[in-house]
């Protein structure tokens, strides 16, 4: 720990990944909050892994076609929010087929990427570090678009904070008084599709849903309205960030791995002590 925070002052790459971590902190916090709220976990988790496709497609171009200003990320971001729109369509008009759309786009997603990065020529180490993670990999160029990126959810979610909360908690009583649920449905699909974007250039697409709920659900034994959620929810996520990517540094551990790990002991602790007092929530 000692050592890390010497080390910031010496090494951009240290910043740098300090600083991705706090960025995505905050989308994190926010939309984590929706996801744990809806219940709809399972859907952030097959748009986690629909962005390989994504990625692996727009390095194929760079590579083979010479297509210069495509990027992994750009590839992720079309994949997700293409991936968010046909689950939610799914979801909101046929509920019994929900469960194979989102598998079919999960393992889809994941076939895809594996197909483009095999036929891609070279030695694809970017893309197979999205599948694990490396924040220490992190560029000024990343930061740039994970800061826009950042910006957008941040303040799409809170100026329509009224209407996801609606959509979360009584979706039938706003549809009676004629609010646009599906539509807002699926804007916090997409805005949740972005986070996923944010959050894979940090744990990976095999962590991420983890990293995408594990403060949320944290928090929820601390708050009692969504709002509160939300803001310790970001607090946890700095902290799980900060912490994992300082815990891993010294002994060398894949930085990704050990904050999903610190973000699975606090909360496996909170919940158990929550449990052991007969479910109560930590506040009066």
């Not at 095999?118 to 992190?138: A, D, Q, R, W």
């Not at 904050?259 to 052991?276: D, E, M, N």
Request: one cysteine or more.
């Amino acid at each position: 720990m000692t050592e890390f925070i010497g080390d910031l002052a010496s090494f951009s790459f240290l910043r740098y990944a300090l600083l991705a971590g706090v960025l995505v902190s905050f989308a994190c916090g926010i939309m984590g909050s929706y996801v744990v709220a809806r219940r709809i976990s399972y859907i952030a988790g097959a748009i986690a892994h629909s962005v390989l496709g994504g990625m692996g497609a727009a390095r194929y171009g760079e590579v083979v076609f010479g297509i210069s200003w495509l990027h992994p990320l750009l590839g992720a971001i079309v994949a997700a929010l293409l991936s968010a729109l046909v689950i939610g369509l799914v979801s909101l008009r046929a509920r019994e087929r929900e469960d194979t759309v989102i598998g079919a786009v999960w393992a889809i997603g994941m076939a895809v990427g594996i197909l483009f990065i095999f036929k891609t020529p070279g030695y694809n180490e970017n893309l197979m570090s999205y599948l694990f993670g490396n924040i220490l990999m992190v560029s000024r160029e990343d930061l740039w678009l994970t800061a826009g990126l950042n910006l957008l959810i941040l303040v799409t979610g809170l100026v329509f904070y009224r209407q996801f909360l609606a959509v979360c908690f009584d979706e039938e009583f706003v549809l009676l008084r004629g609010l646009k649920v599906q539509a807002y449905y699926l804007l916090l699909l997409c805005l949740i599709a972005l986070t996923v974007v944010l959050l894979v250039s940090v744990v990976g697409i095999i962590m991420v849903i983890a990293l995408l709920t594990l403060p949320a659900a944290t928090a929820s034994y601390f708050s009692r309205r969504l709002w509160q959620m939300m803001g310790l929810s970001v607090i946890f996520s700095v902290l799980f960030t900060t912490g994992g990517l300082a815990l891993s540094y010294t002994p060398g551990l894949p930085a990704g791995a050990t904050i999903i790990i610190f973000a699975g002991v606090v909360y496996l602790l909170v919940a158990g002590i929550s449990f052991a007092l007969g479910g109560r929530r930590f506040i009066a």
